[in-house]
């Protein structure tokens, strides 16, 4: 990896390659959460039209805890209240694990199959213990290691320990409301829960896309995932206000 540039891997993913998502700084932020879900991306540079330049990045986290702030100043509405299981937010079947024993070698080709970013990895009673997600694989290159993936998670997790935004695992359960879920995963900094039963087995998963789907998108009637949905069709959480750097800090 020492040898390659980033033009060489544009060349080799060349037949991959997606088109380049932005968006204008005068946009509205549920233009941004609906370009962010759209099209499945976690990052969204905010560029000036005119110059070309990116002026900052906007991402789930950043809009999430913006949205946090915003209402507790405001009414809530009432789906706020209502339990993960009511509301049925979340990725509950063929949800894919590893065990810690699991040669990363095979977790690396999880992530490439099942489309995933991140593996719940249990330990040997199958309780959820830690969590390997994408971002994690960046210590194979930074630590040299990316010769050996014949080692195990669990030993592949002991070289992330020393990481400074190590976002480690967080869990909830389906009685918690979505109020509580969204303090947890904006609280804990993580770019999802693992949901889990009394016992730690894991049973689903919630992300951040998954929130700002349901709370923002939804609402405004262009929610694909959940067409059946009992929840009346309520007024935007979130008005269309133009972005800002303060709404992004």
């Known amino acids: ?23 204008d700084p005068d946009a509205s932020l549920y233009d941004a959460v609906k370009a962010l879900v759209d099209n499945r991306v976690h990052r969204l540079p905010v560029v000036d039209q005119s110059t070309g330049n990116a002026i900052y990045i906007l991402t789930h986290k950043r809009i ?36 810690k024993t699991t ?22 009673e199958d309780q959820v213990c830690d969590i390997y997600a994408k971002f994690d694989v960046i210590n194979l290159a930074a630590e040299k290691t990316y010769n050996n993936l014949d080692i195990s998670v669990e030993d592949a997790l002991k070289h992330r320990s020393t990481v400074d935004n190590y976002e480690g695992v967080a869990t909830c359960k389906l009685s918690d409301t979505l109020m509580e879920v969204m303090e947890n995963i904006v609280k804990a900094e993580v770019h999802r829960l693992v949901v889990v039963d ?20 939804r ?20 008005p269309a206000v133009p972005m800002s750097s303060e709404s992004t800090s």
Not at 103 to 124: C, K, Q, Y
Not at 220 to 233: C, F, H, I, Q, V
Request: no cysteine; net charge neutral.
């Open 198 to 217: 009394d016992n730690r087995k894991v049973m689903g998963i919630v992300s951040l896309s998954d929130l700002l789907n349901y709370i923002i998108i």
């Open 64 to 99: 999430l805890r913006f949205l946090h702030i915003y209402l507790k100043e405001l009414p809530k509405p009432r789906f706020m209240f209502k339990t993960l299981k009511e509301l049925a937010i979340g990725t509950y079947d063929n949800v894919i694990s590893a065990k």
């Open 103 to 124: 040669p990363l070698i095979e977790a690396l080709n999880l992530f490439v199959e099942h489309r995933i970013s991140a593996l719940p990895v249990l330990d040997e």
């Open 1 to 23: 990896l020492e040898d390659h540039k980033i033009a060489t891997w544009r060349e080799v993913l060349q037949s991959e390659k997606k088109p380049f998502v932005s968006i």
């Open 219 to 238: 609402p405004m009637g262009e929610d694909k995932s959940k067409t059946d949905s009992n929840e009346a069709l309520t007024s935007p959480v979130f």
